[in-house]
Nanobody, 123 residues
Framework: QVQLVESGGGLVQTGGSLRLSCAASGSITSINAMGWYRQAPGKPRKTSDMVAEITSGDSANYAASVKGRFTISRDTAKNTLYLQMNSLKPEDSAVYYC??????????????WGQGTQVTVSS
């Protein structure tokens, strides 16, 4: 089992920045990929809501809508995943979830999810 705890969400104005953190604990060696997903109010979370993903080899993947504005990174010493979000837009408002799992030939498969952290961008 892997436990994930997100932090760093909040309210920010358009054009502002936030950094999300996700502290992982438990069976860390059982995973080789982590990512960030977001879920808009009233909508189910879908695979298309992927924001950014990163493997244990530091290979990163971003949604087109955030490329160039968001940066995913990880600190292996602290078992912590980060998402630096710059130039935020109102459409970035959502609950952001941290996910952990495996990168396989079939793609990313996430078995563990955090509780989510709210990001609200005001216009």
């Amino acid at each position: 089992q892997v436990q994930l705890v997100e932090s760093g969400g909040g309210l920010v104005q358009t054009g502002g920045s936030l950094r999300l953190s996700c502290a992982a604990s438990g069976s860390i060696t059982s995973i080789n990929a982590m990512g960030w997903y977001r879920q808009a109010p009233g909508k189910p979370r879908k695979t298309s809501d992927m924001v950014a993903e990163i493997t244990s080899g530091d290979s990163a993947n971003y949604a087109a809508s955030v490329k160039g504005r968001f940066t995913i990174s990880r600190d292996t010493a602290k078992n912590t995943l980060y998402l630096q979000m710059n130039s935020l837009k109102p459409e970035d408002s959502a609950v952001y979830y941290c996910a952990a799992g495996l990168r396989t030939p079939r793609g990313y498969e996430y078995d563990y999810w955090g509780q989510g952290t709210q990001v609200t961008v005001s216009s």
